[in-house]
């Protein structure tokens, strides 16, 4: 069997993001709309808006920080 020298850690998302400056357009459009909820992500029905950042803004800004570095 073939030793496993690196355990890659694959984040389809992050790859996603990391592309084509993906981060900073979706951080750009998935902000704060003054309420505390997302502009952009919503969960349909009475409930409105999701709680921001959301899952897409908090994976932007952390490729965001990726590329940063
Ligand atoms: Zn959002």
């Known amino acids: 069997m073939k ?3 690196h355990q890659a850690d694959p984040d389809p998302l992050q790859e996603f993001l990391l592309r084509g400056n993906r981060a900073a357009r979706l951080l750009s459009e ?3 709309d ?3 909820r ?3 992500c919503s969960q ?3 409930a409105g ?3 921001w950042p959301c899952q897409l803004a908090t994976a932007a800004q952390r490729a965001a920080e ?3 570095q």
């Open 3 to 5: 030793p496993v020298e």
């Open 30 to 32: 998935h902000v704060n």
């Open 34 to 36: 003054g309420t505390g």
């Open 38 to 40: 997302c502009s952009v």
């Open 44 to 46: 349909g029905g009475q």
């Open 49 to 51: 808006h999701v709680r």
């Open 66 to 68: 990726r590329l940063a």
